[in-house]
């Protein structure tokens, strides 16, 4: 069976051919110039869970503001991917390798959860994948014998967190704290920490350290351990659902039980206020950040507010969840397109190579002078640092100390 085409019927497929190249050529002349594409892998499916939407609505906003000003490399627009990990570092994982074969795909933004990015190494080590960390806090993240490090942090450090909040128990004279943290490598980081910074601040000892599993029903039995054990205070660290857990039980106590909490940020990145209820207006409870919209910059914070609205429902402050996340991704987009029009490529080696050389800059967060250099991936610092209440609608707001 002859299978060729008739001379009058392959002119006419080479017509179509032809046509369909040459229109498909103009639709794309039209669309504009190809778009710099950056990745979010967070955890936008798990229940109650807001910080992944955090960073999204930052990075959104600052791509709003590049895009309007004429995008990066020469009127190249950014564009956004997003995957879910739901907080499962098998999916993670699966989603770095998916970035790393994506061309034009410059660096990947990841979420709240340190324990996923922590399993992520080795394959962010093998792909080569710029990894930009606007919210996790585990110091392995950075300091992951990569040669060269394809990491950078704007956000939290543990090794930074944790003595902030014993000095927060300290300045209340509250020096016998009890450690309640997550059995994960983030938990595990925070314990590390706090060991290092005790004989730093005078009079203050550990009385004890409780280990919690993710998702356990019920913390008040090990809460209980540490204050028999001679706890003034309690050392958080948890995410939403747990401590939410942790604040109702609490405040079920008799007041002369209620020890204050100070907790680490991961509470800040889900539905925290919504689920503890009325209880947690019963307890002292604070938490660490390295920002509030309340104190930054009146004229920055206008121009985020107005950026944001038009890529989101925010209007207002209040209307903002999971304010670091938001900020950080915020000025890591920012500062990202600068090394990527100092690079003058998409070239993932080279932008990493020009993130370690940008000149100073102001953000929304602080003035970065430089945000990062070949020694140092890490953004914040401990001038940045706060403890913030909730008030009573729910809304984060810097504390008096």
Known sequence: MNTRFPPSRLVRWLRRSLACAVLSGGLAQAAGPQPVLLGIDGEFGLDNSTSAQAVELGMRTAIAEINAAGGVLGGRPLE???????????????????????????????????PVIIEELPTLKSTRILFMAPWSSADAIVDNDMRPNYVYRLSLRDSLAMPRLLQAAHRRRLDRVGLLLTNTSWGRSNAEAAERAVPAIHGMTIAGTSWYNWRDSSLVGKYQQLRAAGAQAIVLVANDDEAAVLVREVAALPKEQRLPILSHWGVTGGEFAKLAGPALQQVDFSVIQTFSFWKADPARVRRFLASAAKVSPVRRIEDIQGPVGVAHAYDLTHILALAIDRAGSTDRRLVRDALEHLPAWRGLVKNYAPPFTPARHEALGPGELLMARYRDDGVLVPAQE
Request: hydrophobic share 45%.
């Open 80 to 114: 956004l991917v997003t995957k879910d990990h739901r907080s499962i570092p098998a999916r993670g994982i699966r989603n770095i390798q998916e970035f790393a074969r994506m061309p034009g795909l410059v660096a990947v933004f990841g979420g709240r959860f340190s």
